[in-house]
C-alpha cells in the first residue's frame, strides 16, 4: 500500500474502499473471558518455560513473584509439573525445584495450616525419602509427586506437604555435604595401651566476617569465605574431649563438665543403643555419631557391637566430652566439640588425622547426625589464630584455610580490645537456618546480593587485619551485623538491641556471634582494657537480665591432642 508505483496505488484504493467497524461495534462481538484466558494461558506458557530455564541455567532470578501470580490465578498444577520435570535430572537444580515446590504448597495454604518449620517424618513419605537416599532422582521426584496429590485437600496437609519436600531438599543437600569425605585421610599410628587416655583441648571461634556464605547450599552453590578468629575466653580452652580403650566391649559415653558429678553417662552394650545417632536431641548423639563416622563401630553390620569391638580392638571404648561454655553461645561449640571428639577417638584407636581433613570429617559428622550446618566454626576453632576460610562454588565441597598475617603486637592490641558478653539469651539457630535456606532458594534479590556482600566483605575484613586498623575492623563488625541481620530478619532479640545501643558510644564495633538470636556479643572496644568500665556502663540500664562480661584473646595454637597415662583418669566408673 505504502509503494504506489508498484501497483498503481490499486491496493490502497482496495484498502480505502473497504468496509470498516468500529470499536464499537466490535465490542459486542468480544468473547472477553476468553480472551483473558488466552492471554492467561500464553503468559503462564512463557512464564513456565522460562522458570525452567532459570533453574537448570542456575540463575540467581526469583520464583516467588511466578508461584504466587499461579497460586492466586488457581492454576498451580502446571507449574508444579513443569518443577517435577527440572527436578528429575541434575541433583542441584532438584534440591531448588523441590524448595520451589515447598513454596508452592506454602502459598496454596494462603497462611493457614501451621508453621511450615516442623518434622517432616510422616510414614507416607518414607517411599519416595528412600529413593533419593539411594540415588535415584528421577524415581524419587516422582514418587514424591505422586504422594503431594494426595495432601492437596486442606491448609493443614499443604503445610505438612510443605514440610516433606523441606525434608527432601536436606537429603540431597546431605549428600552434596557429604562429598567432603573425598578430603578426609588418617595415619595409622601405635595403638595407645588399655586405660591410656587421649586428651583433645580446642578454643571457641569467633566469626568477624562471611558467615553464612560457608552454610550449604551458600557453601558450593555462591561459594564462602569466613574469617574467624580462635579464642580463648576467660584464659581457658573451652571446649574438649577424652577417650581410652577399655576391657569391656563396650561403649562408655559421658557428656558434660569435666567435673564427673553433673555429666550425663550412656553405655551402649548393643547396635540397639547406638540406633538414635541421627537424633540430634536423643543423649549422646553426637558421641555415637562420632564412634558411627571416626569407623569404629558399623552400626548396619550383622556383628554385634561386642564382635566388632573384641575383633579389630580387643575391648571397647570410653569418650567424654565436655563444653564451658553455655548453649546456644553463638561460639561454635557444637561443631568444635565434634572436631575433638573425632580428633580423640581416632587416636585412641591408633590412627592420627591433620586437621584440614578433621575439618571435613566434621562435615561429614553433622551431616550423619542432621543437624546440618556449615564449616566456619571447625575452621575457627580447630585451626589456630585468624584466618580466612574458604570453599568454592563445585563439588566435592573442598575448604581451604589461609592464615591471616598481622602486624607485630597487633594480636595483644586485638586482646586488650576484644570482649565477650553473654546476653543471657539462647539462640534458636535451627529456625534461622531454615529460614535462611527458604530465602537462598527462593533467590530473593536481597538475599542474593547480601551473600555476595558477606564474601566480598571478607576479604575486606582481611585487609583491616593486615594492617592492624581497630577501627576499620570495627566498621567491618557494624556492617558484617547488619548483614546477618539481612540475611536472618529476627535474629536481634529486643534486649540485645538495647544493650548494643548502650554499649555504641564506647565500641569501634560489635556483633552477635554465630547466627544471633542470643549466645554471647562481642565487641572491639575504642579503649583498651574496658571490662570493668563497661560492666558499670550495663550496671545503670534497665531490663537487660542475667548477662555477664567475658575477658578474650586470641588462641595461637587451634586443636592440641595429648596423650596421658593412665593414672590421670579421673572419671568415676560407670554403672
Known amino acids: ?111 493457614r495450616g501451621g508453621l511450615r518449620s516442623g518434622p517432616a517424618a510422616n510414614p507416607e513419605w518414607m517411599r519416595p525419602f528412600s529413593y533419593l537416599e539411594c540415588g535415584d532422582l528421577a524415581a524419587g521426584v ?79 552453590e555462591l561459594g564462602g569465605a569466613v574469617l574467624g578468629l580462635a579464642v580463648r575466653v576467660d584464659g581457658r580452652r573451652p571446649i574438649g574431649a577424652r577417650a581410652r580403650r577399655i576391657p569391656e566391649p563396650e561403649l562408655w559415653l559421658a557428656v558434660g ?31 555415637k555419631a562420632a564412634f558411627i563416622c571416626a569407623g569404629i563401630v558399623h552400626v548396619h553390620s550383622e556383628l554385634q557391637l561386642s564382635e566388632q569391638l573384641l575383633r579389630t580392638f580387643g575391648g571397647g571404648f570410653e569418650l567424654h566430652t565436655w563444653s564451658e561454655l553455655p548453649h546456644g553461645s553463638g561460639l561454635g561449640t557444637s561443631s568444635i566439640l565434634a572436631g575433638t571428639a573425632l580428633a ?70 586485638l586482646n586488650d580490645h576484644l570482649l565477650l558478653v553473654y546476653t543471657g539469651k539462647t539462640r534458636l539457630a535451627r529456625n534461622l537456618l531454615q529460614d535462611v535456606l527458604r530465602s537462598w532458594y527462593a533467590r530473593l534479590p536481597a538475599v542474593v546480593q547480601n551473600a555476595h556482600s558477606l564474601v566480598r566483605q571478607t576479604e575486606e575484613c582481611a585487609e583491616g587485619f593486615r594492617q592492624g586498623s581497630l577501627p576499620l575492623l570495627g566498621q567491618c563488625l557494624t556492617s558484617y551485623w547488619e548483614q546477618k541481620k539481612l540475611m536472618a530478619p529476627g535474629c536481634e532479640p529486643l534486649t540485645v538491641r538495647r544493650m548494643m545501643d548502650v554499649l555504641a558510644p564506647h565500641v569501634h564495633g560489635q556483633s552477635l556471634a554465630g547466627a544471633g538470636g542470643g549466645g554471647f556479643l562481642y565487641l572491639l572496644t575504642k579503649e583498651p582494657q574496658q571490662k570493668e568500665a563497661l560492666e558499670a556502663v550495663l550496671a545503670k540500664t534497665e531490663g537487660l537480665g542475667n548477662y555477664s562480661i567475658h575477658l578474650v584473646e586470641v588462641d595461637t595454637q587451634g586443636l592440641s591432642l595429648k596423650l596421658l597415662g593412665t593414672e590421670a583418669s579421673t572419671c568415676c566408673p560407670f554403672p
Open 1 to 111: 500500500m505504502l509503494d504506489h508505483q508498484e501497483d498503481g496505488g490499486e491496493a490502497l484504493r482496495a484498502w480505502r474502499a473497504s468496509w470498516r467497524l468500529s470499536w464499537e461495534q466490535l465490542q459486542p462481538c468480544l468473547d472477553r473471558a476468553a480472551t483473558l484466558a488466552s492471554r492467561r494461558d500464553l503468559f503462564f506458557r512463557q512464564a513456565l518455560h522460562k522458570a525452567r530455564h532459570v533453574l537448570e541455567a542456575r540463575q540467581d532470578l526469583s520464583l516467588r513473584p511466578l508461584i504466587w501470580a499461579a497460586v492466586r490465578e488457581g492454576c498451580p498444577g502446571p507449574l508444579l509439573a513443569t518443577l517435577d520435570q527440572a527436578g528429575a535430572g541434575d541433583p542441584g537444580v532438584a534440591a531448588r525445584a523441590l524448595a520451589c515446590v515447598a513454596d508452592v504448597l506454602g502459598c496454596m495454604a494462603e497462611g
Open 344 to 413: 580423640a577417638l581416632q587416636r585412641a584407636a591408633g590412627r592420627v588425622v591433620g586437621t584440614e581433613a578433621l575439618i571435613h570429617a566434621v562435615l561429614h559428622l553433622e551431616q550423619v547426625l542432621t543437624t546440618g550446618g556449615g564449616w566456619q566454626d571447625q575452621v575457627g576453632g580447630l585451626m589456630p589464630g585468624i584466618k580466612v576460610g574458604r570453599s568454592r562454588a563445585q563439588l566435592p565441597l573442598k575448604v581451604e584455610v589461609e592464615e591471616v598475617t598481622v602486624p607485630e603486637g597487633f594480636v595483644q592490641k
Open 142 to 220: 516422582e514418587a514424591l509427586a505422586q504422594e503431594r496429590d494426595k495432601w492437596l485437600s486442606r491448609p493443614a496437609l499443604l503445610v505438612r506437604a510443605a514440610r516433606h519436600y523441606e525434608g527432601a531438599g536436606q537429603i540431597l543437600i546431605r549428600q552434596a555435604v557429604m562429598s567432603a569425605q573425598h578430603f578426609v585421610s588418617t595415619e595409622q599410628v601405635e595403638l595407645p595401651g588399655p586405660g591410656q587416655w587421649v586428651v583433645a583441648e580446642c578454643p571457641a571461634r569467633v566469626d568477624f566476617s562471611g558467615g553464612w556464605s560457608d552454610t550449604p547450599p551458600l557453601a558450593y
Open 257 to 287: 563438665p569435666r567435673q564427673d558429678e553433673m555429666t550425663v553417662k550412656i553405655v551402649c552394650r548393643c547396635l540397639a543403643d547406638l540406633r538414635d545417632y541421627c537424633q540430634p536431641h536423643a543423649p549422646g548423639a553426637l558421641l
